[in-house]
């Protein structure tokens, strides 16, 4: 069994690790984390499990957590992952980042777009992008793992393969996007207040949101070209699930066949991404509590547009279902373990 800690267990992300945790076979939860004082018994925080789930989660010291633990995940906001990286890796553990720390591979970005100093850019290099469908190889073995973000991941599921194959082009990519407001984590703030959510709906960050450069980094890799987007998120008054439609101009010549085909070739084999074909659309409801990423298109020739839809779950195939799918390719274990959510 490999011992697993979640740092930062309290959270949105990490509830839903330790949830599939306990579901899987080759691994046991060795540490919970929390900053609180109080001890808290894991049913506190998830009221459904059994209760004799003998669990707790509390603040644990850096040797506590060497001795116990194997791997982490690391369900921290933004720029507390850097430190806590460096010292687990210097320990020779492996690291699963939840966090936007080592997602890009140019500290100059992140520091534009998150407005922060990167104080870790030596571990950049290290960090493998885990966005399992594509970067498989790269993920075996990995020992630092930067998990994608949830809008990147249902971005780049929909528009990759397309890219890849030279069925579109790259400039004019347009990619609107709707998400619960679990995305934002469990902190509260006046955008999540539920008189301000509920019966509503708007864009926010428009031009500035800062998962813009990473879903640019990954089309740019699929390109072999820089590629920029203009991407805008929208606040859904749900819990859960990112829709997006994405707008791409085919290449000429290029026919519906062709771009079946070519989401066949990606996804046919692959476990947690369903393609449902031409002018067949996916609902936030289909993906909710699955790690699944659901795609459909429609080419419209009256004016020559390609639409793609994608649908995730935020907490899941965008933030800790993709985790343990890439813990589980990282080790060799079965891809789908811990991951039968239905
Ligand atoms: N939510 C999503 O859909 C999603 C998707 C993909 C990636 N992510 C990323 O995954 C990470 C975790 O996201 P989340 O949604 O689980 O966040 P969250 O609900 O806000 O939880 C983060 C946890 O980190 C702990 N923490 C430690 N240091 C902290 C600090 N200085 N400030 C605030 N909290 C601190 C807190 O636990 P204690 O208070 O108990 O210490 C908190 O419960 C983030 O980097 C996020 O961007 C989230």
Redesign the pocket.
């Known amino acids: 069994m490999l011992n697993c800690a979640v740092?930062?267990?309290?959270?949105?992300?990490?509830?839903e690790l330790i949830k599939i945790l306990l579901k899987h076979s080759y691994v046991r939860i060795s540490a919970l984390?929390?900053?609180?004082k109080e001890a808290l018994p894991v049913q506190t925080l998830i009221p459904s499990l059994p209760k004799d789930i003998d669990l707790v989660?509390r603040p644990h010291s850096f040797v506590e957590l060497k001795k116990s633990s194997d791997l982490f995940f690391?369900?921290?906001?933004?720029t507390?992952?850097m430190e806590t990286v460096e010292k687990l890796r210097g320990a020779g553990k492996i690291v699963i980042d939840?966090?936007?720390?080592f997602r890009l591979k140019d500290a100059s970005a992140y520091e534009f777009w998150y407005g922060v100093k990167h104080r870790n850019t030596a571990r950049i290099q290290e960090a493998v992008y885990g966005l399992t469908e594509f970067f498989r190889d790269s993920i075996r073995g990995a020992k630092l793992i930067a998990?994608?973000?949830?809008y990147p991941?249902g971005a780049a599921l929909g528009i990759v393969p397309l890219l890849r194959d030279g069925l579109v082009e790259k400039e004019g990519i347009i990619i609107d996007s709707k998400?619960g407001v679990?995305?934002?984590?469990?902190?509260l703030s006046l955008s999540s207040h539920f008189a301000e959510l509920d019966e509503n709906f708007y864009a926010y960050k428009v031009g500035q949101h800062q998962h813009t450069p990473e879903i640019e980094q990954t089309l740019s890799w699929a390109s072999g070209r820089k590629t920029a987007v203009s991407f805008t998120p929208h606040l859904l008054p749900l819990k859960?699930g990112i829709l997006s439609t994405i707008y791409l101009r085919r290449k000429k010549g290029v026919t519906q066949e062709r771009i079946e085909q070519s989401f066949r070739k990606a996804y046919d084999k692959e476990p947690f991404v369903r393609f449902k074909g031409a002018k067949q659309f996916p609902a936030l409801k289909d993906v909710q509590q699955t790690n699944y990423c659901d795609i459909g298109f429609h080419f419209d020739a009256r004016t020559d547009q390609l639409i793609v839809v994608t649908a995730i779950d935020?907490?899941l195939k965008?933030?800790?279902g993709q985790a343990v799918q890439n813990m589980n390719v990282c080790l060799g274990f079965p891809e789908q373990e811990g991951l039968g959510l239905w």
């Open positions: 740092i930062g267990a309290t959270g949105y992300t990490g509830m984390t929390t900053r609180q989660i690391l369900c921290l906001p933004h507390e992952a939840l966090s936007a720390d998990n994608p973000g949830c991941t998400s679990s995305g934002a984590g469990k902190k859960r935020n907490l965008g933030a800790s």
